[in-house]
């Protein structure tokens, strides 16, 4: 800011209204000023330095995110866009659109006041905006989240009137602006529960009251012990099976011989396996999220015990579509994605670093090894062509969100194949950025994107490398890929029904 303008002189004319506004804010700051508050004295001046730069609510959202819940941390991340946006918002408008000056403190008891005074304009109250923006933006995405946060944003606001930095207006303008900005941000980026899955395929699965039929087996790698107490607790007829992730295959298929319903809880790689019995057999499959990637039972509306166990309780069940891959005698199914190039080829290396210097720094190191490869990890022949290729990425089903990765599908039993391909050529790191940013767009130079039924992708070179949900395989000669339409029967929540805290 140029020190040769001064924000605080008030624009010229005589506004007979707005001085009346005034007058009236003025008197209300005064009363407030008079008002004794021994219970807010230790609390209220700590708390509206710990908002400073947004250092508080960055703090909550980190708390958030680390109760690993998918709601919580998809409502920390919408808390912050909605404040990023508010503070913008009013630093570059707000600040500058109204030059009204701070209060005089003379009737603020020197206790309540801050030791260091702001230097902006009043009008609004960035630090109301702020926590009405974070508050509003979690509350939107989790109303439970929404509550536990909503009384310290409202103490945030109040603390600025308390303090003497702000008038009642000031405060009043600033949450409503930061209210407006969370709207904002859901306009541009829905909430879930806005995204609506399609009603259809309704499948007709057993109602199991107390879970007797359901045998889950859960894989303890994934860290699934709580959720697994949680689920005895809502059905305690159901038998949950216990495994490591070597013996995970062969107990599913003792459990597959002995159920009305197969359970699953575990990551992509364990609801695969299952997804793949559960078909052999033609038994329903109740998915539980429990590992680190969970994007089927995501992108289905089961986000944990409670929306399980409704479902599996009322008998509320979905067809969705299955992914189908054969390369020679290799067989398999996914539920997610496949890929081949260079995803694959990192997931290979990163499991190679991860033992000797740990999950994300071995990641770094994965991604520079293999960008900097001299090579073209894959060259296929593609509708009649044979062409390098850094990446082909296939989903079960059309992902919504720009990029080369998987997003998050609305309807999992579309009948599509989400077919993106990254053509071959030189600076590999910057034909792969350049893909990402142009999503989905099929004219890019250098990403192509279409959907389809089948894919058939010829004179794959041997020994490489394909992933499918988290698994990686060796392939040679021609991949072919299908999808199953309806071939899967799961249970899901009713949109009425779903868990929303």
């Known amino acids: 800011m140029s020190p040769d303008v001064d924000l605080t002189v008030p624009k010229p004319g005589r506004h007979v209204l707005r001085e009346k506004l005034l007058a009236l804010d003025s008197r209300l700051f005064e009363f407030a000023a ?22 508080l609510w960055f703090a909550t959202a980190a708390a958030m995110a680390a109760s690993r819940t998918p709601r919580a941390r998809r409502a920390a991340a919408r808390g912050l866009a909605s404040l990023g946006l508010a503070s913008l918002t009013i630093n570059t408008v707000g600040k500058r659109s109204v030059r009204r000056t701070r209060p005089v403190l003379d009737p603020v008891p ?3 006041q801050l030791k260091r005074q702001p230097i902006t304009t009043s009008f609004p109250s960035g630090h109301s905006a702020s926590a009405a923006a974070f508050a509003t933006g979690v509350a939107l995405e989790s109303p439970a989240w929404g509550a536990v946060v909503a009384p ?26 930061g209210a407006g900005a969370a709207f904002v941000v859901r306009r541009l980026v829905p909430t879930r529960a806005q995204v609506v899955p399609p009603a259809r395929p309704r499948a007709e ?11 889950m087996v859960a894989n303890t790698a994934s860290g699934t012990a709580d959720r697994v107490r949680a689920l005895r607790d809502i059905l305690p007829a159901a038998e949950v099976v216990e495994c490591e992730p070597a013996d995970v295959r062969a ?5 597959a011989a002995r159920a009305r319903v197969l359970g699953v809880c575990g990551g992509d790689g364990t609801v695969n396996a299952a997804a793949g019995i559960a078909l052999r057999h033609g038994l329903p499959l109740a998915v539980l999220p429990g590992g680190t990637l969970n994007h089927f039972a995501y992108d289905l509306g089961v986000e944990g015990v409670r929306d399980l166990g409704r479902a599996v309780q009322q008998g509320e069940g979905v067809h969705v579509d299955v992914g189908r891959f054969a390369c020679g ?14 995803y694959p080829e990192l997931v290979r290396e ?15 190191v994965a991604a520079l090894r293999v960008v900097r490869a001299d090579r073209h990890p894959l060259e296929a022949e593609f509708r009649g062509r044979t062409r390098p ?12 969100r720009m990029g080369l990765g998987p997003g998050r599908r609305s309807d999992l039993a579309d009948g599509q194949l989400d077919v993106r391909i990254v053509h071959g050529g030189r600076r590999p790191a910057a034909r792969l950025l350049a893909a990402a940013l142009a999503g989905p767009l099929t004219r890019s130079p250098v990403h192509a994107a279409v959907q389809v039924g089948r894919l058939n992708v010829a004179s794959v070179a041997p020994g490489t490398l394909l992933a499918y949900d988290g698994e990686v395989i060796e392939v040679e000669g021609a991949v072919t890929l299908e999808k199953l339409p309806q071939a899967l029967t799961v249970y899901r929540p009713s949109t009425g029904n779903r868990h929303l805290n």
């Not at 310290?152 to 409503?176: C, E, I, N």
């Not at 990163?350 to 770094?364: L, N, S």
């Not at 290729?389 to 919504?400: A, D, E, M, Q």
């Open 389 to 400: 290729l850094w990446l082909l990425f296939v989903g079960n089903g059309t992902y919504h």
């Open 110 to 112: 020197l206790v309540r």
């Open 251 to 255: 107990e599913l298929e003792k459990a």
């Open 205 to 215: 699965v057993p109602a199991l009251a107390d879970g007797e039929g359901l045998v």
């Open 329 to 342: 005698e290799t067989r398999g199914v996914f539920l997610n994605t496949l890929s081949l190039g260079v």
């Open 34 to 55: 008079e008002q004794h508050w021994p219970a807010a004295e230790p609390v209220l001046p700590r708390l509206s330095r710990s908002a400073n730069h947004g250092v």
């Open 152 to 177: 310290v944003a409202f103490s945030v606001a109040m603390s600025r009137v308390y303090t003497g930095v702000h008038f009642p207006s000031d405060v009043l303008a600033g949450a409503a602006l």
């Open 350 to 364: 990163r499991e190679r670093w991860t033992r000797r210097i740990g999950g994300w720094p071995a990641g770094v």
